[in-house]
């Protein structure tokens, strides 16, 4: 199967990711946490995101794109953490991140198991 939805949901992800560097060194402060919050929000949903981006398919396929979509979205949601923490390694806001991504996947995974 084909998973032009994970692809086309790495392209959103590059255009935003973009769009907030343009907005930080403008000094668009508002339009860089309206950025942010798409990212950040797009990284911990990127499973139902990448879902909601393809056709029907069947459930065993959907579960597949969320499945490979958790590889995309967990070395995502480490940096995001990282970003949070003021670009330093701090536990508590990659831990802020990582835990929702994984939760959001794993409900997903479970949803489509039944």
């Given amino acids: 199967m084909k998973h032009n939805s994970i692809i086309l949901n790495i392209g959103i992800f590059g255009i ?3 769009g907030h560097i343009f907005a930080a060194a ?4 508002v339009l860089f946490r309206i950025i942010a919050t798409f990212i950040t929000f797009q990284i911990i949903l990127f ?3 990448s879902i909601s ?4 398919a069947p459930r ?3 579960r597949q794109t969320n499945r490979l979509s958790f590889i995309v979205a967990l070395p995502l949601s480490i940096g995001l953490g990282w970003a ?3 670009m330093e390694w701090q536990l508590l806001p990659v831990a802020a991140v990582v835990i929702p991504t994984l939760a959001s996947h794993l409900s997903v995974d479970a949803l489509l198991r039944r």
């Fill in 84 to 86: 949070y923490g003021g």
């Fill in 60 to 62: 065993v396929h959907r």
């Fill in 26 to 29: 403008v000094d668009a402060d």
């Fill in 16 to 18: 935003l990711f973009v």
């Fill in 47 to 49: 499973g139902s995101f």
């Fill in 53 to 56: 981006l393809g056709q029907y």
